[in-house]
């Protein structure tokens, strides 16, 4: 009973942040956005604000194919949009199955999903556009691989724009569209249509047989309290971290503290509360990395990663940081959400481990002083939704569509989701639904991460991987000139796009 008191609390919780966050813009803005409907329609649609998929007017567009990209080839997180099945008594798959059909019927409509590998995506847009005839209307694909590229071309519709998407309805994330947006431009789109965007958020899985059979402290009271920082979780990786078998190597067999990867332990990296970007009232990125604040963080995540072999990068030793974490092999492990249920036959999922419970922990603070816990949602992976920019007519239908398929999704989907892939099928203890809590609340974005501006995303990921923190300082003057060329020239195109 107390495990699902916690669990219904946390669902409350949830739907409050989430509607919180979508009516954030202010409910005087709710019905600025009405749909574009016949002249016999309009005193129709000036009615209450649409805040239920039911207030949403139903237009009848005579059976026209809406078509939907999808990303594949993420064997790590699932993308899950459509399935083939109802009434399966599997209640995500059930709830997306219903979803769908409920839109199609409304509307009159099929939805048609098609998968396209990931990091192809923009080369097909691009070719179709080019030739006057895109086969899609939507797209869920990575920010930086597929949408990223196709944004300063125009081929992305800025959703700010669309008459008849609004913005400012719950189900959508408002805290996403103000970090993603640029000079008031939203091409990445982020609400309760996917589950992949939620699941991308950078945790830290914890060992909770190890903690114990060393006697370390408890991780749970320091997040509550916020003394859960990088000192201390490097104090406990101390005490765990051993070589198994005595040979003087250190190798996938043996024991370590943390374990993670180039990418996720650059991920980590974000706890500290720093980017590379932010953005001013006018809605401009500018360049932060070059502060004092910054470079700080940047040689003490260097040193916290390559202490005394308490840290290992999983690929360096032929393995994966989520296998070795499954297998007992660490005490810590930076990785994403999405592994407590990776799909089957997927990389590893924290749900295939039955030997040991594992909790979860936000990446921790830089330290004390740092107000909040930070996870970051990275900028060149995250899945998002986007708009491809076709003519008018079928812009103002999918602006239609896309609404209803996410006033659909925060009835129908995210409440089974809730229930069926946040349970103690897969989280292990009460303490780590708070944690999941704090994760999604304080999410960050960085667009360096995004656009690449420079390679200078890549290029500092390199400097933590190889411990070079000495070289940040004289990195950054020797490369901030031409990244700050590579972001104008970017913002330039992007101001132009009418």
Known sequence: MKKLMALLLLVAVISALILACGNEKGSENISDNTPDL?????????????????????????????????????????????????????????????????????????????????????????????????????????????????????????????????????????FAHKSTSIAGKQFYLFGDFTIADKEYATVIFLNRAMQQEYGLPNFYEMAYNGTWTIDKMLESMKVVTKDVDGDGKWTK?????????????????????????????????????????????????????????????????????????????????????????????????????????????????????QENYYSLMDGTYSPCISVLNNDSERLARTAVILEALNAKSSEEVQPKYKEYALPMKFIRDEESFDMVDIILQNRIFDLAGTYNWGGMNDKLKDLLSKNKAGEIVSFIEKNIAKADAAMSKDIENILDIE
């Not at 959703?159 to 959508?172: E, G, T, V």
């Not at 070059?290 to 202490?307: D, G, Y």
């Not at 036959?345 to 481990?353: E, H, K, N």
Request: some cysteine; charged content about 25%.
């Open 253 to 369: 067999n043996d024991q370590y503290g943390f374990v993670i990867n180039v990418h996720s332990g650059w991920m980590t990296f974000y706890g500290a509360g720093e980017t590379m970007v932010k953005k001013d009232a006018n809605d401009m990125p500018y360049w932060t990395m070059n502060n004092e604040s910054f470079v700080n963080a940047f040689m003490k995540m260097c040193e916290f990663m390559n202490t005394n072999n308490t840290t290992v990068d999983a690929f360096k030793v032929g393995s994966h940081q989520d296998t070795m974490f499954a297998e007992g092999k660490a005490l810590f492990d930076s990785t994403l959400l999405s592994a407590v249920r990776a799909p089957e036959g997927g990389t590893q999922s924290m749900r295939d481990v039955e030997q040991w419970d594992f909790g979860i922990l936000p990446p921790p603070k830089l330290d004390e002083k």
């Open 38 to 174: 016949p002249a016999d329609d309009i005193d129709a649609a000036k009615l209450e604000p649409l805040i239920t998929f039911d207030s949403l007017p139903a237009i009848d567009y005579e059976g026209i194919e809406f078509v939907i990209a999808n990303m594949s080839g993420y064997t790590w997180l699932d993308v899950t949009l459509e399935v083939e099945a109802a009434d399966t008594g599997e209640m995500l798959n059930d709830a997306i199955y219903r979803r769908n059909r409920i839109v199609e019927e409304k509307y009159n409509i099929m939805l048609k999903f098609v998968d396209i590998q990931y990091n192809t995506m923009a080369n097909k847009v691009r070719n179709q556009m080019r030739a006057g005839d895109c086969e899609y209307d939507i797209m869920q694909m990575p920010m930086g691989f597929d949408v990223m590229p196709l944004t300063t071309e125009n081929y992305i519709a800025d959703a700010n724009k669309l008459a008849n998407l609004n913005l400012s309805n719950p189900w959508w994330d408002d």
